[in-house]
């Protein structure tokens, strides 16, 4: 749980709230994804490595800047070549299946945060 709260921590609380609203598709049961929204990022969980589409128009702002968060271990892998507009799959590391749950971390480009997890400067 410590890096879970190390990631909630490393961008803004203020304003933060459910965004499923911007997944295609956020699945069922247990495997259902979570989705949400702060002050210049979104969060979205899969709890078994599934899959995560994301309408990143939904997004409120221009430029992307994504991250792979692993909560087991509070590591943070940048992701390159990512669309700034319409519909995108992300593949999250590793297989698929129980142990294997990651956050996708979206943020807006211009706000300049570093990796997730990481404490603020502000």
Not at 18 to 43: C, H, K, M, S, W
Not at 116 to 121: A, E, I, L, V
Request: glycine content about 12%; aromatic content about 10%.
């Amino acid at each position: 749980m410590t890096h879970v709260m190390d990631l909630m921590m490393s961008r803004p609380h203020a304003g933060r709230k459910p965004a499923q609203d911007i997944l295609i598709d956020e699945l069922d049961g247990p495997v259902r994804l979570r989705a949400t929204l702060g002050n210049g990022y979104a969060f979205v969980f899969t709890s078994r490595g599934d899959n995560l589409s994301v309408n990143l128009d939904g997004l409120p702002w221009q430029q992307n800047a994504c991250w792979w968060y692993d909560p087991r271990d509070g590591q943070a892998t940048r992701i390159e070549s990512i669309p700034n507009s319409g519909n995108y799959t992300f593949d999250p590391p590793g297989g698929t299946g129980r142990d294997h749950d990651w956050v996708l971390v979206i943020d807006d480009a211009s706000k300049g945060y570093g990796p997730p997890g990481m404490k603020r400067s502000d």
